[in-house]
């Protein structure tokens, strides 16, 4: 199945995703705390796209990707949250 994350940069500077310690962060239905982390690299040009893709989704989806995560980390969510400033917890 194909599942991607977007993330979209609407400023006019460019944002150092690892350098500011960004990260997806996913919750499950019920839970208080986060399933799943994803720690970003790599830096979104001004009014781009960065692309999260799970390396089950087509070849499309990959190739347009900017990070190729584990299937096991894009599992469907309730919600997603986009974090900065914190450290990769798991």
Known sequence: PNRALVLHNGT??????????????????????????IALTGEVP???LFVVSSEESGADWKRRANLVVPSVLMQPAEAVVLRRGLNDSG
């Open 12 to 37: 006019r500077n460019t944002i150092d995703l690892a350098g500011e310690n960004y990260q997806f962060e996913l919750y499950f239905p019920g839970e208080k705390e986060a399933g799943r982390r």
């Open 46 to 48: 001004p009014n781009g």
